[in-house]
Structures are given as structure tokens and as C-alpha cells.
């Protein structure tokens, strides 16, 4: 009887020891950042021919939307700007322009991808920034007759600009729009449980075996996690901050997240994160719409995220305090919470 | 056999719930030491090499290809950092030193991560 007991007991561990699927994961740099694909419970091969596929198509995004290189952009980038015509008979295209138009709109030009002009002067069209503050007169000329996504008209298949300032640039924009692409790929293929990061705009499809996938929300002054949060199927997580792409001049930090309405880089906040549930266009809207939040003046944030529908937001303020919406402060999990830190909930 | 059923006999109920207990937590703490070897490692990314494990108790310097070039990351006694890299900015040296699971350091220029990993990861990944 007691015998019989303890194999049981032996049985039970053994099992649960056996148990564990594997992950495969793959990194790859695109789009100037590392992409991260795990995919759980499938076979290494097909893991890898995934993940494949996704990057692939990741490199040929990043060709075809790059705002500096030679690119479909930038061609349309030079000729809007010498007040010519262009002509773009390429569906994808066109719905992109759109949905920016939309976008755009929508965050009352907080997301401005139209200023790609302004975004260059500050030196963030190349890869390593110079560390160059553009003189103020420059930048008050600039935001004088700021271009938006309204000075771009489409007449069928014919683009032309009312503004020569008008330089459109997809880079609040392209990393989600190609976690929405590589869901579709992953669906195709039918992979059901996967995890895509782009340079921390993340898509969760499915879960880790029985648990949801966590995610960890980066500390924007340390090297590690300040929280994490469970990220069920279909969600998508994203993130500005001012310590992904910045330079410092006389002890100053220069982000390239550009307030449109000062033309100078938003200071108030150190990070915005913001999470968003299934929809079509659900890595997009995580990747455009936390860029509103993180420039927004500090009483206007809450108000800007009812309004575009974030439920699920945290920022990080400058002076390292953070405003939090109820629901997301009921889902996350703190890993370094200081004392001093002052957490207002909206 | 029949001297184990003898023992098996003889020995009463908190003998056998002892005995069990015992023989329990040996192979708890065998299958949790063989699926998470204890302690931390460095793993370290690169394009242009297959991913390395380190263990973090030790005190060395490593050369890592990279796209610009060689990094040299050094680790010392449960910590690591970056101390050489060919990019321009030189963020991934300024970060200093990681020691704690989960951390990690990027040098995108050179496109080479190093993170330290071990037994009680809480994320699957991080929202950078």
C-alpha cells in the first residue's frame, strides 16, 4: 500500500518533469531595431521557417517604407517636394497614406507622420544622430507653416502636396503596421501560439503553453524591467520613450519624439505605453497611438486616451511619477517600484 | 521482494509518511536542478555569430563579431558589461554593468545584445 504510494508519487514527478514544450525563438535586426519571434509548440524547422518568412517580409516593409533611403517614400518624398505630382497605382500604398490620414486626424496631429522635414533637421533620419540642435529660428519657420497629413491631397491614384514642408515618415507607424502583416502570416500558416517583438512593439498570439505570454515593460532610466504585464491572444503592447533614439547636447536629452506644436523634442515624459485589444489594425494602433500620449501636455494625456479609446495605458513622466488608467493598474505587476515615485490612477 | 514486504510491514504509518516526504523533496530538487541549472549565465546575440552562454562566475574578457566589428564584453564575478565597441555613440559601454536576470544591454549599431538569464525569468519578453 505505502509502496504503491510512493511510486505514484514518483510517477506524478516524473511526468510533470516531462512535460515542458519548447519555444523557439529568433532574432533578426529590421528597422534599425532587433525583431524577436517566439513561437511555442511547433516543430524547430517549422519554427524557423516562420519566423523566416516574417523577417523576410519585415526587410521588404523596411525597403519599401524607409523615410531616408531610396524607397517608394522617398521617391514620392522628393517629387511632392518640388511640387510635382506623383503617381502611385499601388493599393497598399494608397490604403497606408489613409489610414495615417485617419491616424493622424484622430490624435489631433499629436502623430504627425508629415513631418519628416523637421524630423531630419533634428538629425533622426540617420542612423547614428549628430548631435546638432538646429537653431531656434529654423525650427520656429518650420513650425509656422507645419505640414500635416491634410496637405496631402489623393486624387484616385495622384498625390500632390499644398505644403512644401510636406515630407511624409513612416516611422511611427511601420513596426506596427508589420506586427498586423505578420499575424496574417502566422495565421496563415497556422501557427497558434507565437510572441512577434519589433524593437518593443509586441503582438501576443496565443498563449505559452497554459499560461498568457508576459511581457516586460521597460524601466526607461535602468536596464531592466520596471513591470510586467500579461498579454492575452490578439493583444498588442507599445511603447515611446526618449531612450530609444536620442542625443545628449550640454546635459540636455534629445529624443526624437518631436512635439508638432514646438517643433522641439516633448520633455515631459520619459515613456508612454499603451496596450491595445484584438482588432485588425491592433499592432498600428499600439505603435502610432502612443506617440499622442508620451507628447501631450501632462493634463491633457488622460483626456487624449479617452478619447482615441486607450483603456490600457502607463506613462512615465519626467520627474519619473507616473500616470496609470485603472485597468491597466489592475493588471500589472510591479518589479521596481520606488518609494518616492508618485502613481496617479485615471 | 520478500524482505521489502517484511519491511514494508514492520515500519508504521509516520515512518512510511517521513520516509516519503523525504524521498519527495530529493526529487524535487533534482528535477528543478536539472531543468534550471542554478545560478545566472550571459547570453550573448549576434548576427554574425551563434548565440553563447557564459556562466557569470568567472572574470573575462570576450570578442564578439558584430556588423561594424569586434565588441569585447567583460564579465566579472556575477556581472558583465560592454568595456570595447566600434560603434559611435557608445550607449551599449555607458549602460555599465548587468547583474540581475532579465537585464539587458543593446548595441544596436553593432547589433549585439547581451543579457543575463537564469532560473526565475518572470517575462517572456521585454516592451523596449
Known sequence: ?346 | MSKLFQFIKIIRLGDAFIIISFLAIIFWAISRSWNMPSGQYLKIESNYEDPIIFSLNQSANKNISGFLGSSVISINEGKARFVKSPCTKKYCIHHGWIDKVNQTIVCLPNQITISIVGNSESYDTVNY
Open chain 1, 1 to 346: 500500500m505505502h509502496f504503491h504510494k510512493f511510486l505514484l508519487i514518483t510517477v506524478i514527478f516524473l511526468v510533470s518533469c516531462g512535460q515542458k514544450k519548447p519555444v523557439h525563438e529568433y532574432k533578426d535586426f529590421i528597422f534599425g531595431t532587433i525583431v524577436d519571434i517566439k513561437i511555442y509548440g511547433e516543430t524547430e524547422d517549422k519554427s524557423e521557417n516562420i519566423s523566416n518568412l516574417i523577417f523576410n517580409d519585415f526587410k521588404y516593409l523596411h525597403n519599401y517604407l524607409h523615410p531616408w533611403e531610396k524607397s517608394l517614400i522617398s521617391s514620392m518624398n522628393k517629387a511632392l517636394a518640388s511640387g510635382d505630382k506623383f503617381h502611385v497605382d499601388d493599393k497598399e500604398i494608397l490604403h497606408i497614406i489613409h489610414e495615417n490620414k485617419i491616424l493622424a486626424s484622430a490624435s489631433e496631429n499629436y502623430f504627425n507622420p508629415a513631418m519628416g522635414k523637421l524630423i531630419s533637421m533634428w538629425g533622426f533620419h540617420q542612423d547614428a544622430p549628430e548631435q546638432n540642435v538646429p537653431s531656434s529660428e529654423k525650427i520656429k519657420d518650420f513650425v509656422a507653416n507645419m505640414s500635416t497629413m491634410d496637405d496631402l491631397h489623393i486624387n484616385q491614384t495622384t498625390l500632390s502636396s499644398s505644403n512644401k514642408n510636406f515630407q511624409l515618415d513612416l516611422g511611427g507607424y511601420a513596426k506596427g503596421y508589420a506586427l498586423d502583416r505578420a499575424k496574417k502570416i502566422l495565421a496563415t500558416n497556422s501557427i497558434s501560439n507565437a510572441l512577434v517583438n519589433i524593437g518593443g512593439n509586441i503582438m501576443a498570439i496565443g498563449m505559452h503553453g497554459d499560461r498568457k505570454w508576459v511581457v516586460g515593460i521597460q524601466h526607461p532610466r535602468k536596464p531592466s524591467a520596471i513591470a510586467s504585464i500579461e498579454l492575452p491572444s490578439g493583444w498588442s503592447i507599445g511603447t515611446s520613450g526618449d531612450y530609444q533614439r536620442y542625443f545628449m547636447a550640454d546635459e540636455t536629452r534629445y529624443s526624437h519624439l518631436i512635439n508638432p506644436q514646438t517643433g522641439f523634442p516633448a520633455d515631459n515624459s520619459q515613456s508612454a505605453t499603451i496596450m491595445i485589444p484584438p482588432a485588425k489594425n491592433s499592432g498600428t494602433l499600439s505603435d502610432v497611438y502612443s506617440k499622442p500620449l508620451f507628447i501631450a501636455p501632462k493634463l491633457k494625456k488622460g483626456q487624449l486616451a479617452d478619447k482615441l479609446g486607450i483603456n490600457f495605458f502607463m506613462i512615465v513622466l519626467a520627474d519619473g511619477n507616473i500616470l496609470i488608467s485603472s485597468k491597466m493598474n489592475q493588471s500589472i505587476r510591479w518589479l521596481e517600484k520606488n518609494h518616492e515615485q508618485i502613481i496617479s490612477i485615471h
